[in-house]
């Protein structure tokens, strides 16, 4: 039984890395035709350059689809050439089929969620400071954070929030080409027309001393946000640990995070939906056996998948306009699925 496993699984294996590749192509000459007008300095190198970095977010992503699709592209080949009957007649149960297709589903969707949580994030980043210098913003991005010149001033930003909050900021004033003033705030939040700042600490820098001052709060009228926003972080772009440190800092300010915590659910159940996905298509194959053509099963796939992506972020909407548990509303089209699957494949066995 395990050889029988362990072809099943490497056969829904290829299938969905075939189908996933052809869905991230697709995407990422989307992503090409809407960069070519952003693109300012570094030509097409640094456009590849931007495209790569994009690909472990685009896998993660299209995952649950493309197994979804990969998983009906090899169970359907498994049919029209015989082998699913001839394992039938060998008395291996739906069941047992369907067990096999889960476990090679679990495995890839937990691949595909590492992936997502720990490349993604980093690429992310990577991809958003080659962004900003082929747009030409004349700004500085290393690991540290973003570095933009004011007047007189350098400002170091070490982290532009989802809401367009910064964190650890420092600005260093000079005066006749001598460092004069350095001003730290922890946390800065824009609000008519100027920065409230948190954590305030300044250093005025004197001949023969340095003063130092520090207050809870104080204020910047400096950069507007609109010019951070192409270093804001995506909260689908975040790791599960930043995101749970970014709803928790939400929390500490008294700001809504339901969004926030439907994203971090959502990531956390993503190896659970990608199971689900591959779950339908087994009692999908079954129903029309060696019959039917390919083409027309790939397409109603695809179909389903886009049933399920409606559905499922249509209820997480209404979990934001109602304000139901994020979990619930994470869960519930991806157990509801489950439940659909199950019934599905006990009228197949």
């Known amino acids: 039984m395990r050889i029988l496993y362990t072809y099943i699984a490497r056969r829904l294996i290829l299938s969905t890395g075939l189908v996933l590749s052809v869905f991230v192509g697709l995407f990422l000459f989307f992503d090409l035709v809407t960069t070519l007008d952003h693109i300012h300095h570094g030509g097409f190198s640094r456009l590849f350059m931007i495209l790569l970095l994009g690909v472990p977010a685009k896998i993660s992503m299209l995952f649950p689809m493309s197994a979804l699709v990969g998983a009906t592209l090899g169970l359907s080949s498994l049919a029209i050439d015989g082998e699913l009957t001839a394992m039938r007649a060998a008395g291996v149960s739906v069941g047992r089929i369907a067990y096999a297709a889960l476990r090679a589903a679990l495995a890839l969707g937990l691949v595909a969620a590492l992936l997502g949580d720990f490349l993604g994030p980093k690429a992310a980043s990577l991809a958003r400071r080659e962004q900003a210098q082929a747009a030409g913003l004349g700004a500085a991005v290393n690991a540290q954070g973003l570095w933009l010149k004011e007047g007189h001033s350098f400002v170091d930003i070490g982290e532009v929030l989802p809401d367009l909050s910064i964190l650890r900021l420092t600005i260093y004033r000079f005066h006749h080409g001598r460092l004069a003033h350095e001003l730290f705030a922890a946390s ?30 104080g204020y910047w009228h400096g950069i507007a946000p609109s010019l951070l926003s192409v270093f804001a972080v995506n909260p689908h772009a975040l790791s599960l640990v930043d995101l749970f440190r970014y709803i928790r800092h939400l929390q500490r300010n008294q700001q809504a995070t339901t969004h926030y915590q439907l994203v971090f659910w959502y990531k956390v159940l993503a190896p659970l939906t990608t199971a689900a996905m591959v779950l339908l298509a087994v009692p999908f194959v079954f129903r029309h056996g060696r019959h039917g053509g390919l083409g027309f099963r790939l397409f109603l796939a695809v179909v389903l998948g886009l049933i399920f992506y409606v559905v499922n972020r249509g209820f997480g909407d209404l979990t934001l306009l109602y304000h139901w548990p994020p979990l619930l509303g994470a869960a519930v089209p991806t157990l509801g699925l489950t439940l659909v699957c199950v019934g599905f494949l006990a009228r197949a066995g």
Not at 203 to 208: D, M, P, S
């Open 188 to 217: 800065g939040r824009y609000h008519n027309g100027r920065w409230r700042l948190r954590g305030v600490s300044e250093t005025l820098f004197r001949r023969q001393r340095l003063i130092v001052k520090t207050s809870r709060r």
